[in-house]
């Protein structure tokens, strides 16, 4: 599957936000659909309790409040429906307490805003090339442990050469 046919969800509260995200991803050569977190929170309920069908999601990009209830609240939601679609969560403030969350909701990756484009691009080019190939076990595959630090870095502190953080070799 190419990164033309992935289909990826992004949820986030803020307009802006979330028109910025969706460009970048859909520069990358992703299909975008995008929506508020309440927005997604009912939508993803009603298609538990009603069953209702839901179009094929690749991946899904979800901002986390500071408390972690809405992101958090809607994970739990989308591992009933599927267990093993990679999930990239965005918090303005990572505590280690929603890392912790996070990470027994089965996130497979955590950024603190500002998220740096090539950070979000790379997370998501190895989550959906190691869900293509074998869904289980998605951190791993994807290189990240348990759980993928935040790698937002200012534009100055990405080495252009390779396109890593600065440190990250």
């Not at 500071?66 to 992101?71: E, I, L, M, Q």
């Not at 869900?131 to 993928?148: E, K, N, V, Y």
């Amino acid at each position: 599957m190419t990164q033309d046919n992935f289909r990826v969800f992004l949820i986030e509260n803020s307009p802006t936000l979330r028109a910025l995200f969706a460009t970048w991803l859909e520069h990358e050569g992703y299909t975008v659909e995008s929506c508020s977190v309440a927005d997604a929170v009912s939508y993803f309920y009603e298609c538990l309790v009603c069953d209702i069908p839901r179009p094929r999601i690749d991946a899904i990009i979800c901002e986390v409040d500071p408390r972690g209830d809405s992101g958090l609240r809607l994970l739990r939601h989308v591992r009933l429906l599927s267990s093993d679609v990679p999930t990239v969560l965005l918090c303005e403030h990572c505590t280690d307490w929603l890392r912790h969350q996070a990470e027994l909701l089965g996130a497979d990756a955590l950024f603190e805003k500002p998220v740096h484009r090539w950070a979000l691009a790379t997370t998501m080019r190895r989550l959906l090339q190691a869900s293509s190939s074998d869904p289980a076990p998605l951190r791993a595959a994807a290189g990240f442990g348990l759980l993928a630090p935040p790698l937002s870095a200012p534009l100055g502190q990405v080495d252009t050469a390779s396109g890593a953080p600065s440190g990250a070799h």
